[in-house]
């Protein structure tokens, strides 16, 4: 119970890494702001969650939203000690032919989101002389594959300012750290599978891109979690600034064949 009398805010928290990471602090004993913009997603997660969970229908690239989000978590739970941002999309395509607006999307969702939501909470953690900010990033932060110019800067993007956050607010008590996975069994992996399968089954997919990871398998959400878990517990309390890599190996691979 080692989120007992916190109070965690996760965005994203309705799919996904996001859901994994709100039952896992719920299993914890935390009061959880599951914050969506899926209506239905929201009430189902809450529902079968349950513990001292609690849901807000709001679109992270909107700043009234997210200020609104925060405000319901210090509504309810007497102030903010968490944020965890996992709200994310993944989008194809170089900068030649990725539309203008996607571009945007992505960048908005993915970095942006995470501003907004920190912008609001930061000042809740003062009050409550600390917290901690954890960010879901991605592997492809360091090493991208072709075609996903918006998505891999986007991830980039949240691992340098997740160290500019680390060094202004850490006078503060407040820590800001990254999680960067390579493929997890989410819904946006098998939308992802979706699109490559071609003539294979989802799965067939999913195992293949498994392979390319030194472990065999993708992740799971669930691990994912327990990762955030720790970096927002008081176990982590002088890491800050980091980006971790949950990967299954993947960026201790060279990706070439080297010559004898």
Same mark, same amino acid.
């Given at each position: 119970?080692?989120?007992?009398?916190?109070?965690?805010?996760?965005?994203?928290?309705?799919?996904?890494?996001?859901?994994?990471?709100?039952?896992?602090?719920?299993?914890?004993?935390?009061?959880?702001?599951?914050?969506?913009?899926?209506?239905?997603?929201?009430?189902?997660?809450?529902?079968?969650?349950?513990?001292?969970?609690?849901?807000?229908?709001?679109?992270?690239?909107?700043?009234?939203?997210?200020?609104?989000?925060?405000?319901?978590?210090?509504?309810?739970?007497?102030?903010?000690?968490?944020?965890?941002?996992?709200?994310?999309?993944?989008?194809?395509?170089?900068?030649?032919?990725? /539309?203008?607006?996607?571009?945007?999307?992505?960048?908005? +969702?993915?970095?942006?989101?995470?501003? @907004? $939501? *920190?912008?609001? !909470?930061?000042?809740?953690?003062?009050?409550?002389?600390?917290?901690?900010?954890?960010?879901?990033?991605?592997?492809?932060?360091?090493?991208?594959?072709?075609?996903?110019?918006?998505?891999?800067?986007?991830?980039?993007?949240?691992?340098?300012?997740?160290?500019?956050?680390?060094?202004?607010?850490?006078?503060?008590?407040?820590?800001?750290?990254?999680?960067?996975?390579?493929?997890?069994?989410?819904?946006?992996?098998?939308?992802?599978?979706?699109?490559?399968?071609?003539?294979?089954?989802?799965?067939?997919?999913?195992?293949?891109?498994?392979?390319?990871? /030194?472990?065999?398998?993708?992740?799971?959400?669930?691990? +994912?979690?327990?990762?955030?878990?720790? @970096? $927002? *517990?008081?176990? !982590?309390?002088?890491?800050?600034?980091?980006?971790?890599?949950?990967?299954?190996?993947?960026?201790?691979?060279?990706?070439?064949?080297?010559?004898?």
């Amino acid at each position: 119970m080692e989120f007992e009398s916190k109070s965690i805010v996760v965005t994203g928290g309705s799919f996904g890494m996001g859901r994994a990471c709100a039952e896992r602090f719920a299993k914890g004993g935390g009061s959880v702001l599951i914050v969506s913009n899926d209506q239905a997603s929201v009430d189902k997660a809450v529902s079968e969650i349950g513990g001292r969970t609690t849901g807000f229908v709001g679109d992270v690239r909107d700043s009234k939203a997210m200020q609104a989000a925060v405000s319901e978590a210090v509504s309810r739970f007497g102030g903010v000690d968490i944020l965890a941002c996992c709200a994310g999309i993944q989008r194809y395509g170089t900068v030649v032919d990725t /539309p203008e607006d996607v571009w945007d999307d992505v960048l908005d +969702v993915n970095l942006k989101g995470i501003y @907004l $939501a *920190s912008k609001y !909470a930061i000042p809740e953690m003062r009050k409550r002389g600390g917290g901690a900010i954890v960010a879901i990033s991605s592997v492809q932060a360091y090493a991208s594959q072709a075609g996903v110019a918006a998505y891999t800067a986007s991830k980039g993007a949240i691992n340098a300012l997740v160290r500019a956050m680390s060094l202004d607010h850490a006078g503060e008590n407040i820590t800001v750290n990254a999680v960067c996975p390579a493929s997890i069994d989410t819904p946006m992996l098998r939308w992802s599978a979706d699109l490559h399968k071609g003539d294979r089954t989802q799965d067939d997919m999913i195992a293949q891109w498994g392979k390319g990871h /030194p472990l065999g398998r993708v992740g799971r959400a669930e691990e +994912v979690a327990e990762l955030v878990a720790f @970096l $927002a *517990s008081d176990k !982590a309390r002088f890491i800050t600034g980091a980006d971790m890599k949950i990967d299954g190996g993947t960026m201790a691979k060279l990706g070439i064949v080297l010559p004898e």
